[in-house]
């Protein structure tokens, strides 16, 4: 299938589902087709299929499934139906991508990850920051910077993550009509998690998981939760290699921008990401690289030129490739599960410190 344009069935069109990835999709119409979208809202699922030029529409994915011959399949679901989505969907052989983070919670994220193993499923976990430009280039540098000792040896990572305006007017084309609500099921709620515990851990994932994932991405280890501060400002680690990291959760807040980044600390210098806003369209993120090797030399400063593809269009071409078998996936469904134990784990500690 290397050269084959390959057929795609969407599976749900809300606004994720439509503004992040299928116009991306529709949009790399010499790569793919989008040949049917599976939608429980009739009205929608008839609107969105015209406005996109969509052949079929089905009531639901095992519906589309049985009907078409397909070659892959995106479902961009609420995470939290994640176990019951791949349960009608996996028997069909075929790669999925679906959003991040894997599941709710870990004891949920095992279960999907044995489902996988069973069916020898291939998933792609949507972490479209590993898709950005910015960060593709940033993880090379740093990467080409423990292997070259040339900044001498990694002493840090740091990520900032203030609540922002992340929108920016992508939802401006959302296809939106009348219909009858839709009652969609949900996977079971732990049993090991409390009502109050399962909520703070929901809202937790819905908004960091991005920057547990990142975190490892540029450490190029796994790392452990060390401290969790009374504010619930600053998540603390460590990696395996006892390289100290942290991540600044929301330590302000911005009405109009968006203000995500991470620096990777060197003796002599750093690489600075930073990354817009998930939504804005056609715009990569920024790298900066310091190298300031003192002792008399002129510290230079790197701001590379990027190409102006945003990351949710680059990730559609990953899966593309990924359907067809040229490459791996960005994040597969064993690291998201990594992210979910990273997460439970800081939860877990800021009970114990604070009790």
Known sequence: MEDEKVRLGFVGTGRMGQCAHLRNYVAL?????????????????????????????????????????????????????????????????????????LADCVETGERILSMIGQYNARVMVGYHKRSDPATAYAKSAVDRFIKSGELGRMKYVRITMPIGEWICGGFDLLVAEVDEEV??????????????????????????IHQINLLRLLLGESYRVTHADPAGVLLVGRGTSGIPCLIEMNPYSTSLAWEESALTSFEHGYVRLDLPAPMALNRPGRVEILHDPANGATPRTIIPHLPWVHAMKEQAMRFIRFVRGTAQPPCGPEEALEDLRVAQSYLDLFDEQHA
């Open 183 to 208: 009652r969609l099921a949900r996977d079971p709620k732990p049993s090991s998690l409390g009502p109050e515990r399962y909520s703070r851990l929901f809202g937790f994932v819905n908004y960091y």
């Open 29 to 101: 119409s010499s790569e793919c087709e989008v040949a049917a979208l599976a939608e429980l809202r009739s009205n929608t699922g008839t609107a969105v299929a015209q406005r996109f030029g969509i052949g079929k529409v089905y009531a639901d994915a095992e519906e589309m499934l049985t009907a078409e011959e397909l070659d892959g399949i995106v479902a961009s679901q609420m995470f939290c139906r994640h176990e019951t989505l791949l349960k009608q969907i996996l028997k069909y052989g075929l790669p999925v991508f679906i959003e991040k983070p």
